[in-house]
Nanobody, 123 residues
Framework: VQLQASGGGLVQAGGSLRLSCTAS????????MGWFRQAPGKEREFVAA????????IYADSVKGRFTISRDNAKNTMYLQMNRLEPEDTAVYYC?????????????????WGQGTLVTVSS
């Protein structure tokens, strides 16, 4: 499974971006998926995850209420709608396919990773 993340860019604080992650195969439709991010000099951290049907989602506390994860299995695509962006959200955002059908916040629970898309939020 190959993952292609897109939608990153430069935005002012308070603005919005929508990230997309498209998988190369339908395998991802049976698996949970998630978003992680890595800021310069920091470790990769969990952002949000969604189960295979899209009915169960979990978020990091830092993005809860501002970010929304969703997926369209017919298009093999997952999304991350990011609103009220803050400079602290600046990072490379990675999408991933989980080993199971559930949503999980643990990076060890993911088996396929995309190449990342850069999000820069200016103050």
């Amino acid at each position: 499974v190959q993952l292609q993340a897109s939608g990153g860019g430069l935005v002012q604080a308070g603005g919005s971006l929508r990230l997309s992650c498209t998988a190369s195969a339908r395998t991802s439709s049976n698996n949970g998926m998630g978003w992680f991010r890595q800021a310069p000099g920091k470790e990769r951290e969990f952002v949000a995850a969604i189960n295979w049907r899209g009915g169960s989602t979990i978020y990091a506390d830092s993005v809860k209420g501002r970010f929304t994860i969703s997926r369209d299995n017919a298009k093999n695509t997952m999304y991350l709608q990011m609103n009220r962006l803050e400079p602290e959200d600046t990072a490379v955002y990675y999408c991933a396919v989980a080993r199971s059908s559930a949503s999980t916040r643990h990076h060890t629970g993911y088996t396929y990773w995309g190449q990342g898309t850069l999000v820069t939020v200016s103050s």
